[in-house]
């Protein structure tokens, strides 16, 4: 059980570090470290990150590192999305949603790869005005909407795509990024989290009363609240004291060895799936 304590302190340590990270790492841990099954795995990681992510949006925002107006922008649609893209999730199996995850993995290692220190260099509180027009907006609006999209489809925040996006552009500084981020993959793992649940005993209701159609995937979703309760407490212990260290780390230097854990994760996971 160590080491899925010591998952769960790196989680909380990658949303409070980079305002990212936390669901691509949480729904692996808890699939091959735990031993759940993966979609409760994808359901738990919400109700995880979710709770983490909000103590974060909550010391951000009282430190005014949250940009309200971009949070909505991409919140907002970001419920719809994950209405759709939790529906979708509902009729494909566990592995698939694995082997999507594995590769949103590797998205989120090439852009923190190409990110570089350019986006955090030259964005500035003087600088955050810039890029936020109509056509900003709606760029914004409809990012938010495929973010929750992926959110309801494979159990993720969208952290590591909302970081850059609100850096290069809604040219936000690099500290108000990432408390927008964790206030916008609060909302997301929280909606996501409800609507999987409630359509997950839904069907569950409706398979007991009527016959599976053929090519229906049914995966029962089951919660262990007490796994949830102690990677949430470990999570936020990690994310208060990465965000406490994290401007003594070089931001290039963090993101990409991180970006460099996520391809071994994705290639652990494809190569599992395919071979075992």
Same mark, same amino acid.
């Given at each position: 059980?160590?080491?899925?304590?010591?998952?769960?302190?790196?989680?909380?340590?990658?949303?409070?570090?980079?305002?990212?990270?936390?669901?691509?790492?949480?729904?692996?841990?808890?699939?091959?470290?735990?031993?759940?099954?993966?979609?409760?795995?994808?359901?738990?990681?919400?109700?995880?990150?979710?709770?983490?992510?909000?103590?974060?949006?909550?010391?951000?925002?009282?430190?005014?590192?949250?940009?309200?107006?971009?949070?909505?922008?991409?919140?907002?649609?970001?419920?719809?999305?994950?209405?759709?893209?939790?529906?979708?999730?509902?009729?494909?199996?566990?592995?698939?949603?694995?082997?999507?995850?594995?590769?949103?993995?590797?998205?989120?290692?090439?852009?923190?790869?190409? +990110?570089?220190?350019?986006?955090?260099?030259?964005?500035?509180?003087?600088?955050?005005?810039?890029?936020?027009?109509?056509? =900003?907006?709606?760029?914004?609006?409809?990012?938010?909407?495929?973010?929750?999209?992926?959110?309801?489809?494979?159990?993720?925040?969208?952290?590591?795509?909302?970081?850059?996006?609100?850096?290069?552009?809604?040219?936000?500084?690099?500290?108000?990024?990432?408390?927008?981020?964790?206030?916008?993959?609060?909302?997301?793992?929280? =909606?996501?989290?409800?609507?999987?649940?409630?359509? =997950?005993?839904? +069907?569950?209701?409706?398979?007991?009363?009527?016959?599976?159609?053929?090519?229906?995937?049914?995966?029962?979703?089951?919660?262990?609240?007490?796994?949830?309760?102690?990677?949430?407490?470990?999570?936020?212990?990690?994310?208060?004291?990465?965000?406490?260290?994290?401007?003594?780390?070089?931001?290039?230097?963090?993101?990409?060895?991180?970006?460099?854990?996520?391809?071994?994760?994705?290639?652990?996971?494809?190569?599992?799936?395919?071979?075992?």
């Amino acid at each position: 059980m160590i080491w899925a304590w010591i998952g769960a302190a790196a989680v909380g340590l990658s949303l409070g570090l980079l305002g990212s990270g936390g669901a691509i790492l949480t729904v692996p841990i808890l699939v091959y470290v735990v031993g759940h099954d993966k979609k409760s795995a994808i359901a738990e990681s919400l109700a995880i990150v979710g709770a983490i992510a909000c103590l974060g949006a909550i010391r951000a925002a009282r430190a005014h590192a949250v940009d309200v107006r971009s949070a909505l922008l991409l919140a907002l649609p970001g419920i719809i999305g994950t209405a759709a893209g939790t529906r979708v999730s509902m009729g494909i199996s566990g592995a698939l949603q694995l082997a999507l995850l594995a590769l949103l993995m590797c998205v989120a290692a090439v852009l923190m790869f190409r +990110g570089g220190a350019a986006p955090t260099q030259q964005a500035s509180d003087d600088g955050a005005t810039v890029g936020r027009g109509i056509g =900003s907006a709606w760029i914004v609006l409809l990012q938010g909407l495929a973010l929750g999209f992926i959110t309801g489809l494979v159990g993720i925040g969208g952290g590591f795509l909302i970081v850059p996006m609100l850096v290069l552009v809604r040219r936000l500084p690099m500290h108000r990024a990432v408390g927008t981020s964790l206030a916008v993959i609060t909302i997301n793992s929280i =909606s996501g989290f409800l609507q999987i649940t409630a359509m =997950s005993s839904a +069907g569950a209701d409706a398979a007991s009363t009527r016959p599976i159609a053929a090519g229906t995937v049914v995966e029962a979703i089951t919660l262990d609240w007490h796994t949830i309760g102690v990677f949430s407490v470990i999570g936020c212990i990690a994310s208060i004291a990465g965000n406490a260290i994290g401007g003594r780390i070089p931001a290039v230097a963090l993101r990409r060895v991180f970006a460099a854990c996520l391809l071994l994760m994705a290639a652990f996971i494809l190569l599992r799936s395919t071979l075992w």
